[in-house]
């Protein structure tokens, strides 16, 4: 499966960005979807995973109330709307497809199959 994400740039902290991803793909409700993020000099780390189905999301405790991840399985997409954002959030953040369905087993590099392009989100102080 391909991935295209889009929607990273630079905002001041405290303010709001949505990331978008479209998966090529006909078998896009098959898979668990991820958002992951790298900073300068530090690994991936997982950000919001969401199920095959869309019915259960899971969140990383540093973006907990901050982002909501969802995914539209008749377009092909999957969002994260990031809130509140702060200058740790800056980093390349990476769309991702996991044969996993449920978010709870998708949460490592290794259990995704795919990777986006990757979409640099600079959050300014």
């Known amino acids: 499966v391909q991935l295209q994400a889009s929607g990273g740039g630079l905002v001041q902290a405290g303010g709001s960005l949505r990331l978008s991803c479209l998966a090529s793909t006909r078998a896009f409700n098959s898979y668990g979807m991820a958002w992951f993020r790298q900073a300068p000099g530090k690994e991936r780390d997982f950000v919001a995973g969401i199920s095959a189905s869309g019915s259960v999301v899971d969140y990383a405790e540093f973006v907990k109330d901050r982002f909501t991840i969802s995914r539209d399985n008749a377009k092909n997409t999957v969002d994260l709307q990031a809130s509140a954002l702060q200058s740790d959030d800056t980093a390349v953040y990476y769309c991702?497809?996991?044969?996993?369905?449920?978010?709870?087993?998708?949460?490592?590099?290794?259990?995704?199959?795919?990777w986006g392009q990757g979409t640099l989100v600079t959050v300014s102080s």
């Open positions: 991702a497809a996991s044969q996993y369905q449920i978010p709870a087993l998708l949460k490592r590099p290794e259990d995704i199959v795919s």
